[in-house]
Nanobody
Framework: QVQLVESGGGLVQAGGSLRLSCAASGSISSIVAMNWYRQAPGKQRELVAGITGGSSAIYADSVKGRFTISRDNAENTVYLQMNSLKPEDTAVYSC?????????????WGQGTQVTVSS
């Protein structure tokens, strides 16, 4: 089992920055990737950024060059630095951990944190 606790959401003006944090606990050694997803009202959930154990990162085209995902292995925490925020970035952001154990893949989710960007 993996537990995820997110923090760092809030209200910011367009052009501003926020940093989201996702602290993992539990079966951390089995985690192979951690991701940030977001879901805006009336829209499907989308992958924003992801990072593997080897720190390879992927980004949605809409956030490339503005968002940076990173991890602190000592703190078991993944961060999403969001710069140059736009109103269209407004959504509930959720942390996801992909665990592989006993040849099974499991997904774990945090509770979500609201990010609101005002124009």
């Amino acid at each position: 089992q993996v537990q995820l606790v997110e923090s760092g959401g809030g209200l910011v003006q367009a052009g501003g920055s926020l940093r989201l944090s996702c602290a993992a606990s539990g079966s951390i050694s089995s985690i192979v990737a951690m991701n940030w997803y977001r879901q805006a009202p009336g829209k499907q959930r989308e992958l924003v950024a992801g990072i593997t154990g080897g720190s390879s990162a992927i980004y949605a085209d809409s956030v490339k060059g503005r968002f940076t995902i990173s991890r602190d292995n000592a703190e078991n925490t993944v961060y999403l630095q969001m710069n140059s925020l736009k109103p269209e970035d407004t959504a509930v952001y959720s942390c996801n951990a992909v665990e592989v154990a006993a040849l099974e893949k499991n997904n774990y989710w945090g509770q979500g944190t609201q990010v609101t960007v005002s124009s």
